[in-house]
């Protein structure tokens, strides 16, 4: 995965994630935070939320990821030009006179109790996810924020 931060000149952060060994599409960060030495950050889209602390040199923030029910240690270290992965170009739009069409569709009811979508993936044509609705889809579809209540 890659994490993109940049900061304004208000000084507010914005994130953007890139998991480039699922086909390397850029998923919104819906908030990011930087104080104290904490990185924090939110992706509603996917249910995911991470916390770490930056070292004192600045090269790595030592942290946890959180989607679902069991956290995981996420480690970050500081990239560069020369040791970033580089993120897959995002696929071709579809042909004006294309005819969209699933070779296979399987929807199942959730009856894990979840509400947010949990768990995502992206393999070339390959799409799978979790607990997800039809708004979680959309809104992830157009890379835009959900208004749930």
């Not at 939320?49 to 480690?75: C, E, F, H, R, V």
């Amino acid at each position: 995965m890659e994490l993109k931060i940049t900061q304004a000149a208000a000084g507010e952060y914005k994130a953007t994630f890139y998991s480039v060994d699922q086909g390397g599409q850029p998923i919104s960060v819906s908030k990011t935070t930087f104080q104290d030495g904490t990185l924090t950050f939110t992706m509603d889209a996917i249910g995911g939320k991470y916390q770490g602390k930056m070292s004192a040199d600045g090269k790595t923030i030592t942290g946890t990821w959180t989607q679902g029910p069991n956290p995981l240690p996420l480690n970050l270290d500081r990239a560069n030009a020369d040791t970033a992965w580089p993120i897959p170009e995002p696929p071709k739009p579809m042909a004006a006179d294309a005819n969209p069409s699933f070779e296979v569709a399987t929807i199942k009811p959730n009856n894990s109790g979840a509400t947010q979508m949990q768990g995502l993936v992206i393999q070339g044509r390959k799409f799978l996810t979790r607990a997800s609705s039809l708004q979680d889809l959309l809104s992830f579809a157009y890379t835009c924020r959900s208004n749930k209540s």
